[in-house]
């Protein structure tokens, strides 16, 4: 029985060396998750009611091969596309077949169609998003970027909060068909006291430059014109925007909010009857210097897709050209009642099984799933000092087993030479 009994030994020291072989070689694999072979003892059925004091084992077996899914160390790559989970959860992977599969792995790349893959093209899915909105709750699907521009928004609001000097001299006349700033030192001739300018988008998108002409006519009143792109006759801000009136403390009492309609925009080919709403209520007339406070409106031009960022939440975001930026999906994460019981498939995939359970899918951040840390990746966590180690025991088990194997062969050519 010896002969078996050290059989088994070198099968299952075997076993064992094969899985650290396999931890070592894959030390440098990302998101690897390392093995740990399970031994057990192996008695034969005592078929003459043999006391259990004098039962003798006939040798061991791997029980198991299990997975170690603890957290492996998380390194920066600066690349926006790889993607480390920090805690629990899996990517969910669309094979080509339609089949459903899961990794630690986020070296994703943007195929030709838009769709974020593996390296084995598999696609990563997720949340999809509908002009920036991302249907959450909905069933995960492949993950497909939309590159398309972004349409303009027309200008429909402007805020201008601005300090008018009370100190400034005031103005006797303004020519709107010559625009020019009051000559303090001969301020007889006239002109405008301040100005400033602000970008404006028309329906297609074109920007146009708002010139805003200010002129002081009397102790805290202004009067107030614009141009549109530089050309044309200067027009008064419209009743009731114009006079602007401010109180003996600075703060505005008339003429704050008004809107203006821009014909000139016809001229892109836009609508000619876009109007915009200005706001210019928290503007003030203190002994101080002309200076614009808050400038802002809300329209843009078209925009290309410059680049995107995931977030921990897993919301990828792209970023465009035109300096705005939209949600284009959302990763999702797979979880498990138990994981060991995952099948590998290699290529640092596992597929659900009976054993492991349906997965738990969700956003990033919910329930008990781990966050994203983009431009990181999750190193194998492999310890390499202690499978160095387990290596050497598994290998002086080895040996020891052998010599089991040896000494019964001794004691066995020793009876027969008794013969």
Do not use: C
Request: charged share 10%.
């Amino acid at each position: 029985m010896a002969f078996q009994q050290g059989l088994s030994g070198l099968n299952t020291a075997s076993k064992a060396l094969d899985v650290i072989s396999n931890n070592v070689a894959n030390s440098n694999t990302i998101g690897f998750k390392a093995g740990r072979a399970e031994f057990q003892d192996v008695f034969a059925a005592a078929l003459n009611g043999a006391a259990s004091g004098v039962q003798v084992g006939i040798g061991s077996a791997i029980g198991a091969v299990t997975q170690s899914f603890s957290q492996g160390n998380i390194t920066t790559t600066n690349n926006p596309l790889d993607v480390a989970i920090n805690g629990n959860g899996f990517f969910r992977m669309a094979a080509p077949d339609g089949t459903v599969a899961y990794t630690r792995n986020g070296q994703f790349d943007v195929n030709k169609d838009g769709f974020i893959v593996n390296s084995q093209g598999f696609e990563l899915t997720g949340f999809s998003a509908v002009n920036g909105v991302i249907l959450a709750g909905a069933t995960p699907k492949a993950i497909q970027l939309d590159f398309s521009d972004v349409q303009p928004s027309p200008s429909a609001t402007m805020t201008l909060a601005m300090n008018l000097d009370s100190r400034d001299p005031v103005s006797p006349s303004f020519d709107p068909t010559n625009p020019t700033p009051l000559d303090r030192t001969n301020v007889t001739a006239g002109g405008y006291n301040f100005s400033t300018s602000a970008t404006a988008y028309d329906t297609l998108g074109n920007a146009h430059t708002l010139s805003f002409f200010f002129q002081k006519t009397g102790a805290g009143t202004w009067n107030g014109y614009y141009q549109v792109d530089g050309t044309g006759n200067a027009t008064a801000i419209p009743s009731p925007g114009s006079p602007l009136v401010f109180d003996n403390a600075g703060a505005i009492t008339s003429g704050g909010q008004f809107n203006i309609t821009f014909p000139e925009f016809a001229g892109t080919g836009a609508s000619a009857t876009q109007s915009i709403a200005f706001d210019l209520a928290d503007s003030t007339q203190f002994g101080s210097q002309f200076g614009v406070n808050t400038l802002r409106q809300d329209g843009f031009a078209s925009g290309r897709l410059t680049g995107i960022t995931i977030g921990n939440d897993g919301v990828i975001l792209g970023r465009y050209s035109n300096g705005q930026s939209r949600d284009l999906g959302q990763v999702t994460l797979a979880n498990f009642q138990s994981p060991n019981g995952l099948l590998s498939l290699g290529g640092n995939l596992w597929a659900e099984s009976p054993d492991s359970g349906q997965p738990i899918i969700g956003a990033p951040g919910s329930a008990n799933l781990g966050l994203l840390n983009a431009g990181s990746l999750e190193e194998a966590n492999v310890d390499l000092t202690a499978q160095l180690v387990q290596l050497i025991v598994q290998q002086r088990a080895y040996q020891a087993n052998a010599q089991s194997v040896r000494a019964q062969d001794q004691i066995l050519q020793t009876i027969v030479n008794l013969g």
